[in-house]
């Protein structure tokens, strides 16, 4: 069960567990933010995976960075990055010559375990064949269905697309195959008429 509580929801948002380790030929591990601690959980349950270990971390936006530790962690091979979007070839790589027994798990926001998932999908492997556990801010990546732009670290409800400018409402509404959440024109009818921004996704 998740670490964290999101309360009641629709079907299609993502639920999430507690990564646990899994015997493997190898082991692709991203993480962003405070999704460090769910490695330093994973790696004190099961020390003898760190030497087939790619570890992955990215410092969360909300200025979270637990680099050092990562880096002293003693995975197999290490990398640090500072976007999901300028190390994601080095994860399609990882996923697409892995070889059968390859673990994934992914830990963070939500973000960062729905790129992974997604990116793991395109490579073949099934959506909870990753591990998932979230840990830290609950912003989200939400694509605008009317210009279809994506904005990365939504934390207010309504709010304003970054590409088309409309006034949009984050709905729970959950797509895989984008990873993000759904954002509506919230004004479309009564233009102008906007209820107050409220901070939903710290």
């Known amino acids: 069960m998740s670490k964290t509580d999101f309360g ?3 079907k299609s948002r993502p639920v999430y567990g507690v990564l646990s380790p899994r015997p493997g030929s190898s082991h692709l591990i991203v993480a962003d933010g ?3 601690a769910a490695v330093e959980a994973l790696f004190a349950q099961a020390p003898e995976m760190k030497a087939k270990a790619h570890l992955i971390y ?8 637990m680099s050092t530790a990562m880096a002293a962690l003693g995975a197999g091979q290490y990398n640090r990055a500072p976007t999901y ?9 990882v996923l697409g010559d892995g070889h059968m027994g390859l673990q994934v798990y992914a830990t963070g926001t939500e973000s960062l375990m729905g790129q992974v998932q997604r990116d793991a999908m395109e490579a073949g492997l099934p959506h909870d064949a990753v591990q998932t556990e979230h840990r830290g801010s609950l912003a989200r990546r939400v694509q605008c269905v009317h210009c279809k732009g994506i904005t990365e670290n939504v934390t207010t409800d309504p709010f304003v697309c970054s590409h088309c400018g409309l006034n ?9 195959r984008l990873a993000a959440f759904q954002g509506v024109n919230i004004d479309a009818e009564d233009p102008g008429e906007v209820p107050p921004a409220e901070e939903r996704f710290k």
């Open 8 to 10: 009641p929801s629709i």
């Open 34 to 36: 405070e999704g460090g």
């Open 58 to 65: 990215i410092p969360g936006a909300n200025g979270t960075d």
């Open 85 to 93: 979007a300028s190390v994601r070839s080095r994860i399609v790589k």
């Open 168 to 176: 949009l409402f984050v709905r729970d509404h959950y797509s895989r």
